[in-house]
């Protein structure tokens, strides 16, 4: 079964401190695995995802197959950082993706 | 290009009733996916479609339906709404391949009463 946990509900950092979003997966087979964001009144949109290996607003993201996790970071937090961040997962070639429950970032000034 | 458009954005249904959703695509995709947002059970894949045919489908009961139009768009289904059923919808397009990047639409807000 396809599964993404993303084990913190909220998380809360300084401006300027490293951040750091857990997301563990179960997959048999060889995941396509995702970054999404969604900050206040828009819609859900990537952030990033593994097979790219680029970094998008200061955050990276590795995948750990050993490990089956994609946690995701950025070395210093900014405000507009703040949103609900989903990790998700697709696997097979299908075109559906399984999300984690998401975890809600705020950074404080 | 214009992103994925939902309508409508709201609605208010009773118990019973049959409810239909429609999604525009974003222009060349051919792969439209449906998903349930609630703050119970987060984000559920419901089922997608490409090229008028259903091609994945999540563990959701008969009621809930979908169908895509030659043009690539697509509607859901809901009937005999239960209040259950109240949550946000968000279809997603992508150009169909295999593990590509799904783009969501705004969603469409669902109250059953």
């Known amino acids: 079964a396809q599964r993404v946990t993303q084990p913190e509900k909220l998380l809360s950092v300084f401006k300027g401190a490293p951040v750091e979003l857990k997301c563990n997966y179960s997959?048999?087979?060889?995941?396509?695995l995702f970054w999404y964001v969604q900050y206040s009144r828009q819609r859900l949109q990537l952030l990033l995802r593994h097979i790219s290996r680029e970094s998008i607003k200061g955050f990276t993201a590795d995948l750990n197959k050993g490990e089956t996790s994609f946690h995701l970071k950025k070395p210093f937090a900014q405000e507009e950082d703040s949103a609900m961040y989903y990790c998700a997962l697709s696997g097979g070639g299908a075109q559906k993706l399984v999300f984690g429950q998401g975890t809600r970032l705020t950074i404080n000034p | 290009k214009a992103g994925v458009t939902q309508t409508p954005r709201y609605l208010i249904k009773t118990r019973g009733q049959q409810v239909t959703l429609s999604c525009s695509p974003i222009s060349g995709h051919r792969s439209v996916s449906w998903y349930q947002q609630t703050p119970g059970q987060g984000l559920q894949f419901l089922f997608e479609?490409?090229?008028?045919?259903?091609?994945n489908k999540g563990n959701f009961p008969g009621r809930f339906s979908g169908r895509q139009f030659s043009n690539s768009r697509s509607e859901m289904n809901v009937s005999t709404l239960e209040l259950g059923d109240s949550a946000l919808y968000l279809c997603a397009s992508s150009p169909g391949g295999a593990g590509e990047t799904q783009y969501f639409g705004p969603g469409t807000r669902l109250l059953v009463l």
């Open positions: 479609y490409f090229s008028e045919t259903q091609r």
């Open positions: 997959y048999s087979g060889s995941p396509e």
